[in-house]
């Protein structure tokens, strides 16, 4: 099979692409024959040994696919060879096979096909993980999406609205915001352009947001959380900007606030019964049309390298996916 491999430490253009052996299941793996893989930040992070799982080299990134099971190991519950499915696969995705535990795969919805399948199981995880579990938001309570251009932010915003929320997007450029807008954003903040603190002030009448989904981290995290309502939660989900922000202690006293931890992958795993009722909501609201991921670009294997520096860089506009095979 061909793999894309990262064979050292580094940036996306080291990547390489070459031959590998097939893979085998073990008793408690499928192995999936790979039609195509999302892009995440994680694959940005992984190949350049700054994620908090560094696999042995050399590795495939990719955190999540969707394909056809191949194998099937004895242990492996339900799945049987033929089965269409999504899988988070942690890494590994970016070739034309993956072995995957059987509990990070999911049947694929009828009437899905493989790019959206690729581009629904870790932003849509994620963001109802964070929404639901951590976040505990309430109909008719008021959303901040930071970063509501991106997969995650995108899914936020979609999600955020099948709950009841009231919504505001955030985002760097009017483009982003278009598609934030298209995902249901009641109201639109183009950070670049305004102070964010004081656009949030006005739009909430001074009242502030009830909860922050902020997957940016960076110059934006201090505003958002001045930006807070009386018991308001404050969503750690990740650092797109490159910079880990700090946190004085006092805004979060001063407002009676929760500052929440993200970590569905880890969710994912030891929660398991309540990762898979995420999903039968997901799934139930992806048939009724309330929810669509937006794939702005699909690359070719070959390409996987420059969709992950395209991600790094931030020149995507919501999801990007690697099509392995038709």
């Avoid at 969707?66 to 242990?75: H, I, T, Y």
């Avoid at 959206?116 to 870790?122: D, L, V």
């Avoid at 739009?203 to 909860?211: E, I, R």
């Avoid at 997957?215 to 750690?236: C, I, K, Y």
């Amino acid at each position: 099979m061909r793999a894309v491999l990262c064979k050292a430490f580094g940036p996306a253009e080291n990547l390489v692409l070459q031959d590998m052996p097939e893979l085998e299941a073990r008793s408690n793996e499928i192995v999936l024959d790979v039609h195509a893989a999302g892009v995440n930040f994680p694959d940005t992070l992984i190949i350049e040994g700054k994620y908090q799982f560094k696999p042995p080299l050399p590795f495939s990134p990719g955190g999540e696919a969707a394909g056809v099971v191949s194998s099937v190991g004895a242990k492996a519950g339900q799945f049987q060879i033929g089965d269409r499915v999504m899988a988070l696969t942690g890494w590994g995705s970016f070739a034309e096979q993956v072995a995957v535990p059987a509990y990070n795969v999911l049947p694929m919805p009828a009437g899905m096909d493989f790019t959206t399948a690729a581009a629904f199981s870790m932003t849509y995880g994620t963001s109802m993980h964070a929404l639901k579990q951590r976040g505990q938001l309430q109909p008719g309570e008021t959303l901040l999406v930071l970063g509501a251009g991106g997969g995650v932010g995108l899914a936020a915003v979609e999600i955020g609205k099948a709950m009841g929320a009231r919504v505001i997007a955030a985002a760097s450029s009017s483009e982003k915001l278009a598609l934030a807008k298209a995902a249901g954003a009641d109201e639109l903040i183009n950070y670049r352009e305004c102070h964010l603190k004081d656009e949030l002030k006005r739009l909430t009448q001074g009242n502030g947001v009830d909860v922050i989904y902020d997957p940016v981290g960076g110059e934006l995290f201090e505003p958002a959380v001045r930006s807070l309502a009386w018991n308001g939660r404050l969503l750690v989900v990740g650092f797109a900007s490159g910079t880990i922000p700090q946190l004085a202690a006092n805004l979060v006293l001063l407002k009676g606030a929760a500052v929440l931890g993200v970590f569905w992958g880890a969710f994912a795993q030891r929660q398991p019964a309540d990762n898979a009722s995420n999903f039968q909501q997901l799934f139930a609201w992806y048939a009724e049309g309330k929810l669509k991921p937006r794939v702005s670009r699909v690359y070719p294997l070959e390409q996987a390298g420059q969709a992950v520096a395209d991600l790094a860089q931030r020149r995507a506009v919501g999801k990007l996916v690697v099509r392995v095979r038709d």
